[in-house]
């Protein structure tokens, strides 16, 4: 089986870090504020796209909102900062170890995720990474999957989507994935919820138990 995850919220907990830099990123450029549940709502969007929808601005502001993050966020992105959920590791490991196949599909760049993935010793276990600067539709648009389909060999059909947004479980419905719901990450129970995920879990190790009936 074929497990595509989500890094932000469903892997490592970035929130924290997110939310800081977005609000420090609105008041270096003397925008209106907006709180942390205002811009937890925009987790899991492309990053220029995060601040036009949460604040009314030109398109070339928001490049400048991106460029601005991605200078704050590097500065505060210090070793240790970013921990991973209980029981990732493991239970990749252990998926890993029972012959799936993970990989990852993120709206984060590609230098910001591989540094997550080599920092926090995810390569052992992931085969492939799409980051957001590698297709041309963002997430909720089935591009990510797509791509991943192709690169691994596997169908829809042999293929489950992990997330904590709406736009991952929209991702894994429009690709005809399986989709699984994480409660513990910037969605929430509900979200998952209306977004019709096929599974909803509150512990990344649920996923072995999900991929054991998937198999039978």
Same mark, same amino acid.
């Given at each position: 089986?074929?497990?595509?995850?989500?890094?932000?919220?469903?892997?490592g907990?970035?929130?924290?870090?997110i939310?800081?830099?977005?609000?420090?990123?609105?008041?270096?450029l003397?925008?209106?504020?907006?709180?942390?549940?205002?811009?937890?709502?925009?987790?899991?969007?492309?990053?220029?796209?995060?601040?036009t929808?949460?604040?009314?601005?030109?398109?070339?502001?928001?490049?400048?909102?991106?460029?601005?993050?991605?200078?704050?966020?590097?500065?505060? #992105?210090?070793?240790?900062?970013? =921990?991973?959920?209980?029981? /990732? $590791?493991?239970?990749?490991?252990?998926? +890993?170890?029972?012959? *799936?196949?993970?990989?990852?599909?993120?709206?984060?760049?590609?230098?910001?995720?591989?540094g997550?993935? #080599?920092?926090?010793?995810?390569? =052992?276990?992931i085969?492939? /990474? $799409?980051s957001?600067?590698?297709?041309t +539709?963002?997430?909720? *648009?089935?591009?990510?999957?797509?791509?991943t389909?192709?690169?691994?060999?596997?169908?829809p059909?042999?293929a489950?989507?992990?997330?904590?947004?709406?736009?991952?479980i929209?991702?894994?419905?429009?690709?005809?994935?399986?989709?699984?719901?994480?409660?513990?990450?910037?969605?929430g129970?509900?979200?998952?919820?209306?977004?019709?995920?096929?599974?909803?879990?509150?512990?990344?190790?649920?996923?072995?138990?999900?991929a054991?009936g998937?198999?039978?």
């Open positions: 089986m074929l497990f595509i995850l989500d890094f932000d919220g469903t892997m907990d970035t929130q924290t870090l939310l800081n830099t977005m609000q420090k990123t609105i008041q270096a003397g925008l209106p504020p907006r709180t942390k549940e205002q811009c937890q709502k925009m987790i899991g969007l492309p990053l220029k796209q995060t601040f929808q949460l604040i009314d601005m030109t398109d070339e502001m928001g490049d400048i909102c991106a460029d601005t993050y991605r200078q704050i966020f590097e500065e505060n #992105n210090i070793p240790g900062v970013v =921990p991973l959920f209980p029981n /990732v $590791i493991e239970t990749l490991k252990k998926l +890993h170890d029972e012959g *799936h196949t993970l990989t990852i599909a993120s709206s984060r760049a590609r230098l910001s995720l591989m997550f993935v #080599n920092d926090l010793h995810l390569e =052992p276990y085969s492939l /990474v $799409i957001c600067e590698d297709v +539709h963002a997430k909720p *648009h089935p591009e990510m999957v797509e791509k389909l192709e690169a691994t060999g596997f169908t059909s042999q489950i989507v992990v997330g904590d947004a709406k736009y991952d929209m991702m894994g419905k429009n690709a005809g994935c399986k989709t699984v719901g994480v409660t513990y990450g910037n969605g129970r509900k979200e998952m919820e209306d977004a019709k995920a096929d599974f909803v879990i509150d512990d990344f190790a649920q996923l072995t138990v999900i054991k998937l198999a039978l």
